[in-house]
Every structure is written in structure tokens, then in C-alpha cells.
């Protein structure tokens, strides 16, 4: 384990950083190991699911560190194709590719004495990590077309919705790079393992969906919050945060009730994952989830796979909520192609 990730006699647990929601236990952990980090120039890799608030820690680490007030600047790895990242990442020089009409400065150099954040860095490939890795060596790269060498300072924090050790055994992923980019692991805590903070987190979007609506929520019915916190949250904080939005902006009067919240929350046909496997089997069912999404076979008739498909279901139903119904980004998310995510939607009902 990293010597960030220690706790020695003279450190105590964080309190919550600013802008981010959560002062329970596992989260104070996250915010102790980020202002450890922050005072360096070190490689930071966050490891969790999507929605569990990846970016804000990425965005805290930079505003505490010595390179608050230069850039910082954001790149999600898995909304562009190989081509188009790779010139977002590093820039082009006019003539370099059809539509290169002008020179342009890449996401790296507009970094420069900053932070760049590359979320979902397990969807880059081969040849993109080639490159990513000599800039976390030498810290220079050239532009797309280019030959002359451009030189950067630029700290790297990068993202990942997996396990990237998987990645490397399945050789999807580059192992030296791993170990480049793993200098200070941040796993960041899902929804479900931090219960304790549901509360606080529906009061923060409770309090700033009724300014931005010109509502007045201000109550929660107790059976709401119940059913809020005995949910397993596939989609983390984003799921929660848009499931508040979205009673906010339907209540007739000044209380969350627990009639706004899907059926899904409250219990209804979609069994929970908790209902159907146990409490302590959630985090490896949603994972066997994630997994069978990469197969779009027909499943047995079997208590096994009827467990896993409802799950699924419930799972892209989420994503593509979260998502906006916008399939390319939710296939971005759920790690499989568009054609196979078009296949499980048409196969499980959800398709608009």
C-alpha cells in the first residue's frame, strides 16, 4: 500500500472537503488520503463505480494542491473514438487528418503547470496508452501530424469504473502504465457502503433542486428516506441525486413522500439486490452484472440467470436514465459496445 495511504500517529480521520457531501467513516478516509496527496505532484488513480463522485475528488485534489489556480481540465476517455481522443489528448497540426483545417492546441498543453483528469482512462487503447505513457515518463509528446516536440508540466489523475489489474491479465491494458498511473490508489466507496451519509446527501440536492426549481421541499417522509437507504444505488450518488431532482420537481406539496420515488426505491416488482441475494452479496452481484453485459446470448431458463438479467435490466434502465436516454454515452458507461447495448434493450424491454 502506498505510504499515502498509511495513517501514522499525528493524522486523524478528514472532515468533509468542500463541495463534496459525506461525513461518515468511509468517506472520511477518501478526504484524509486526498489532502495527503495533494500536497505532491504525484500520479493519483481513483478506482470506483460510476456516479460515486470520481471527478469532485479529482477536482479537490487540484484546488488543494500548489497548482490551484492554474488549469484544470477534464477529458472523458470513453465519449470519443481512438481517433478523436487521441488529437483531443495531445492536438493536430493543420493537414494532419481529413476536417484539420486549423492547428489545434491538445488537452495536455492547455494543462500545462495544471491538472488534467482522464476519467474512464480503462477506455483508452493500446496505441493511446503508448502515447499516455511517455508523457507520464518524459513529459513531452508530440501533436498528431507534428514532429517537433512539445514539452509539458502537467499533473496526471486519472479515473477507472474497473479493476485495471483485470484489464492488464486480460491485456486490454497496458501494465507499465498501470503501475505509472497507480502511484496513489483512491478507491472512492459506492453508495451502498455509505449509507450513513444518504441523509445528508438528499438534504444537499432536497436544498439546491428546490432553489434552482423555485420550489419549497423542505420535509421527507420518513418511509421515503427508509426506502432511500435500503436501496443498493447501482448508479451511486448520480442515481440518488437525480431520483431527488425528479420528486422535487413533481411534489404538490412541501414533503418528499415516498410515492415520488421510482417503484424500484421503493420496493415494488424489481426486487433489490438485498431482497434477492443478501445484504453482503451486493457488491458481487452488481459486479456479475457488469460481467454478463459483455455476453448478449440468450440466458437459461435458470433461479441464477433470472436473478442476473433482473438486475441487468434494472442496471441499463439506471445508465440510461442517468444518461439521458443518450445510448452512446451509456454504453460508454456500462463498458460494452452500442450494438450490444441496442440488443439488451430491445431484449429487456427498455428501448423508447
Not at 460515486?52 to 487540484?62: C, V
Not at 518524459?138 to 489523475?157: A, K, L, N, P
Not at 448478449?296 to 441487468?312: F, M, Q, T
Request: net charge negative.
Amino acid at each position: 500500500m502506498s505510504s499515502f495511504g498509511q495513517l501514522n500517529n499525528s493524522e486523524t480521520l478528514g472532515p468533509p472537503i468542500t463541495g463534496i457531501i459525506g461525513s461518515g467513516p468511509a468517506m472520511q478516509e477518501v478526504y484524509r488520503i486526498t489532502r495527503r496527496v495533494a500536497r505532491s505532484n504525484a500520479s493519483v488513480l481513483l478506482l470506483g463505480e460510476t456516479g460515486t463522485g470520481k471527478e469532485l475528488i479529482a477536482n479537490a485534489i487540484h484546488q488543494l494542491s500548489d497548482r490551484h489556480g492554474r488549469p484544470f481540465v477534464k477529458v472523458n476517455c470513453g465519449a470519443l473514438s481512438e481517433s478523436l481522443l487521441e488529437s483531443e489528448l495531445f492536438g493536430h497540426v493543420r493537414g494532419s487528418f481529413t476536417g484539420a483545417v486549423n492547428n489545434r492546441t491538445g488537452r495536455f498543453e492547455a494543462a500545462h503547470t495544471g491538472t488534467i483528469f482522464l476519467d474512464e482512462i480503462n477506455s483508452t487503447t493500446m496505441h493511446l496508452q503508448v502515447k499516455l505513457l511517455r508523457v507520464l515518463q518524459e513529459r513531452e509528446f508530440e501533436r498528431v501530424g507534428d514532429t517537433q516536440t512539445v514539452r509539458v508540466d502537467t499533473r496526471v489523475i486519472a479515473a477507472s469504473n474497473r479493476n485495471l489489474m483485470d484489464q492488464v491479465e486480460a491485456e486490454k491494458f497496458r501494465e507499465d502504465l498501470y503501475w505509472r498511473l497507480n502511484v496513489v490508489p483512491i478507491p472512492i466507496p459506492p453508495l451502498r457502503d455509505r449509507r450513513e451519509d444518504i441523509p445528508e446527501l438528499v438534504a444537499h440536492f432536497l436544498n439546491a433542486y428546490s432553489e434552482a426549481n423555485d420550489r419549497f421541499v423542505v420535509h421527507i417522509d420518513p418511509q421515503a428516506m427508509q426506502a432511500m437507504q435500503d436501496y443498493h444505488w447501482p448508479g451511486n450518488v448520480r442515481e440518488l441525486q437525480n431520483y431527488v431532482e425528479r420528486a422535487v420537481v413533481m411534489a404538490e406539496s412541501d414533503e418528499l413522500a415516498l410515492s415520488l420515488l421510482p417503484e424500484v426505491v421503493r420496493g415494488g416488482k424489481e426486487q433489490r439486490a438485498s431482497q434477492l441475494r443478501g445484504a453482503d452479496m451486493e457488491s458481487l452481484t452488481y459486479e456479475m452484472v457488469q460481467q454478463g453485459l459483455a455476453n448478449a446470448g440468450p440466458s437459461e431458463d435458470s433461479l441464477h440467470n433470472k436473478i442476473v438479467n433482473r438486475l441487468e435490466r434494472e442496471l441499463i434502465a439506471q445508465v440510461m436514465l442517468s444518461c439521458n436516454n443518450v445510448q452512446t454515452k451509456a454504453a460508454a458507461k456500462l463498458g460494452i459496445n452500442r450494438n450490444t447495448l441496442h440488443k439488451k434493450l430491445k431484449e429487456h424491454n427498455l428501448e423508447l
